[in-house]
């Protein structure tokens, strides 16, 4: 019975001191450094800010800018327009280069893996499949390597493109580049 009186009486106690310490304001400085608090009391306290203010946000790359009207926009369209035609051509290029590669190196498997499979020994046979497997794996390698470069590079063409174009970026593609064929 004690212990119960005495916690009451103590939770009673923090019940008619929270309205004098739920009486405070807070004011945050416009830099988002510190936030001031003043109590009913009227002492006043200084801590760092819970959330300062962030940066302001930079406008994106890409953003028209200057000069509005429509013949400005239209412009600015058709040289993204030149951009892409260009960027396309080049990924046209490099994915008919990759594709003749890979398989010239499918040709050369077969060829390498016919002529394993004609000769004598175990040991023979063993080491010219090996070889011919192996020679396989290089190239699609050096095929796989040379896409992704040609890719890279017609992306980055693209974009430094489209930067000069300063068309609005809503009508460029960039969002899409994550389409294109990956290989590994």
């Not at 009913?40 to 200084?46: F, K, M, N, R, V």
């Not at 003749?100 to 000769?119: D, G, K, V």
Request: proline fraction near 3%.
């Amino acid at each position: 019975m004690k212990k119960t009186l005495s916690i009451s009486i103590f939770a009673l106690g923090l019940l008619i001191s929270l309205p004098a310490l739920a009486q405070t304001t807070t004011d945050t400085t416009t830099a988002g450094t510190t936030a001031t608090t003043v109590t009913s009391e009227g002492t006043t306290t200084a801590k760092p800010a819970m959330y300062p203010i962030k940066k302001p946000i930079k406008k994106p790359a890409g953003i028209l800018t200057g000069n509005t009207d429509s013949a400005s926009i239209a412009t600015a369209i058709a040289c993204v327009g030149t951009a892409v035609s260009t960027r396309e051509a080049a990924i046209g290029t490099a994915i008919g280069t990759h594709s003749s590669a890979i398989a010239s190196a499918y040709t050369a498997r077969a060829s390498a893996l016919q002529q394993a499979y004609t000769s004598t020994t175990k040991s023979q046979a063993k080491t010219s499949i090996k070889t011919a497997w192996s020679d396989f794996k290089k190239s699609t390698k050096t095929a796989n390597t040379a896409w992704k470069k040609d890719q890279k590079n017609a992306w980055s063409t693209f974009k430094t493109s489209l930067k000069a174009c300063k068309a609005p970026s809503d009508i460029s593609d960039s969002s899409n580049s994550s389409s294109e064929i990956a290989v590994q």
